[in-house]
């Protein structure tokens, strides 16, 4: 009964966000602005190219890959909130989240029907943008492995701001709300670690501890860290955790 609710609720909310204008504007502004990333890490990688000395090889990963990847996943923490925003809130204007959260595995597999729903717009996006490399590799020597390292880095951040936005709807009566919530949630998490140098040494470890650049950093120079690993899941599930506790919260007040 608890499987066939989820599928049930992933199919419906996967064909509410493919068939409304989030979709549309998430894949419009998403290749837009990863493409022109790439278009002018392009232009960088030339202009090192032809600054190198004779015989130099350019590294791609380093001087394309990590300044492209880097800035799209600024920019994802920006568009990410629009997948999540009306998951819960919007069920709340309708009036359908008190009849939601009563089924039988709910509130559990209602948050999860719903997370993976935005989870699989999201990495269909990222994997529409494996062009990108594959463009590359036309011309330059790309390091598969590596940029396979990179993409888990991604996804792996992503989905982390998804959990925020998804327990963020949770929580707002309005989707806007939901939205401006993750947006803060997501920029503090990705900029904390820029204000590291102005701290005392004993909190500069823990800054970078949570700092989502700093965790994802190692991922684009194709190291995959246990810890860092760890860390991203961890904020998944505390995230969920808090969005099933609210839930429970409201049923029995």
Same mark, same amino acid.
Request: net charge positive; hydrophobic share 50%.
């Given at each position: ?8 609720? *992933? ?12 979709? *549309? ?13 790439? $278009? ?15 015989? =130099? ?21 920006l568009l990410l909130p629009i ?13 359908? *989240?008190?009849?939601?959260?009563? $089924?039988?595995?709910?509130?559990? &597999?209602?948050?999860? &029907?719903? $997370? ?15 062009? $990108? ?9 790309? %390091? ?5 390292? =990179?993409?888990?880095?991604? &996804? ?16 707002? %009566?309005?989707?806007?709300? &939901?939205?401006?919530? =993750? ?14 140098? *102005? ?17 994802l950093k190692p991922f684009l ?7 860092? =690993? ?19 919260r409201e049923q029995q007040s």
């Amino acid at each position: 009964m608890r499987a066939q609710f989820i599928r049930a609720l *992933y199919r419906k909310e996967l064909r509410i966000l493919t068939s409304s204008w989030i979709l *549309y504007v998430f894949f419009a502004l998403f290749f837009f602005f990863t493409g022109w990333f790439y $278009y002018q890490g392009i232009l960088s990688y030339s202009a090192w190219s032809i600054q190198a000395p004779p015989g =130099t090889v350019v590294n791609v990963q380093q001087h394309l890959f990590v300044p492209l990847y880097s800035n799209m996943m600024f920019f994802l923490t920006l568009l990410l909130p629009i997948l999540t925003m009306r998951l819960v809130a919007e069920e709340r204007r309708q009036g359908t *989240y008190s009849l939601l959260v009563t $089924y039988p595995g709910s509130p559990l &597999a209602l948050l999860g &029907a719903k $997370y993976l729903s935005a989870l699989t717009v999201f990495l269909g996006g990222l994997l529409f943008s494996g062009l $990108y490399p594959i463009i590359t590799s036309l011309w330059g020597g790309v %390091e598969w492995p590596l940029v396979c390292t =990179t993409y888990l880095g991604v &996804a792996l951040c992503g989905s982390a701001i998804l959990s925020m936005g998804l327990f963020f709807s949770t929580v707002a %009566e309005h989707y806007l709300v &939901a939205a401006l919530l =993750t947006e803060a949630a997501s920029l503090f998490f990705w900029l904390i670690g820029w204000i590291a140098n *102005y701290l005392p040494d004993r909190m500069t470890r823990l800054v970078f501890g949570v700092s989502f650049y700093h965790r994802l950093k190692p991922f684009l120079l194709g190291i995959v860290d246990t810890d860092d =690993t760890l860390y991203f899941l961890n904020v998944i599930g505390v995230f969920f955790f808090l969005g099933y506790y609210w839930i429970y919260r409201e049923q029995q007040s």
